[in-house]
T-cell receptor
Framework: AQRVTQPEKLLSVFKGAPVELKCNYS??????LFWYVQYSRQRLQLLLR??SRESIKGFTADLNKGETSFHLKKPFAQEEDSAMYYC??????????????FGRGTQLTVWP | ETGVTQTPRHLVMGMTNKKSLKCEQH?????MYWYKQSAKKPLELMFV???????ENNSVPSRFSPECPNSSHLFLHLHTLQPEDSALYLC?????????????FGPGTRLTVL
């Protein structure tokens, strides 16, 4: 079965420090991975997806199939990065019925 | 309002009540979703609708009954709920149900079952 693990429930760093939010997945095929973010009093929204190979708000994530990981990284954290981060996986079968499997989330706090 | 809206934002109900959650999307999307977010579990997919037809029912108890009258509206009818059903219920929509598409979430309805 597909599963997404975010081992850290809470993560705190100081402003300007590097940050890495860990995500590991279990799936024998080729998944597509996403990071969603929820800022305080805002709705859950997409941060970035593996398929786009993009950097959003200074965040990047590399899919490591050997380690089955999709860690989210930023070299210099900012206070506005404080939020709840969710890693998600989809195992799209053919052209239909892709569904998202979410991890439990990591609450990131960036101290001034 | 643009995006995905949900009403009510908060709901308290007894176990014998019948209530409904409403979701509306103004994005022209063809797929809509209900998720349950409880404190001790990851975000869980409950139902998927594509072009107003239910394409997935993720083993959800029958006390939750979804309805999708058109591609812009999604309801979750609640009947004889249990206290363990207390959670945040999130609605989302996407261009279609193919997993690579970004899902846009509503603000959620915080449900408390007494």
């Amino acid at each position: 079965a597909q599963r997404v693990t975010q081992p850290e429930k809470l993560l705190s760093v100081f402003k300007g420090a590097p940050v890495e939010l860990k995500c590991n997945y279990s799936y024998s095929g080729s998944p597509e991975l996403f990071w969603y973010v929820q800022y305080s009093r805002q709705r859950l929204q997409l941060l970035l997806r593996h398929i786009s190979r993009e950097s959003i708000k200074g965040f990047t994530a590399d899919l490591n199939k050997g380690e089955t990981s999709f860690h989210l990284k930023k070299p210099f954290a900012q206070e506005e990065d404080s939020a709840m981060y969710y890693c998600a996986l989809t195992v799209d079968r053919g052209s239909t019925l892709g569904r998202l499997y979410f991890g439990r989330g990591t609450q990131l706090t960036v101290w001034p | 309002e643009t995006g995905v809206t949900q009403t009510p934002r908060h709901l308290v109900m007894g176990m014998t009540n019948k209530k409904s959650l409403k979701c509306e999307q103004h994005l022209g999307h063809n797929a809509m979703y209900w998720y349950k977010q409880s404190a001790k579990k990851p975000l869980e997919l409950m139902f998927v609708y594509s072009l107003e037809e239910r394409v997935e029912n993720n083993s959800v108890p029958s006390r939750f009954s979804p309805e999708c009258p058109n591609s812009s509206h999604l309801f979750l009818h609640l009947h004889t709920l249990q206290p363990e059903d207390s959670a945040l219920y999130l609605c989302a929509s996407s261009h279609d149900e193919v997993g690579y598409n970004e899902q846009f979430f509503g603000p959620g309805t915080r449900l408390t079952v007494l």
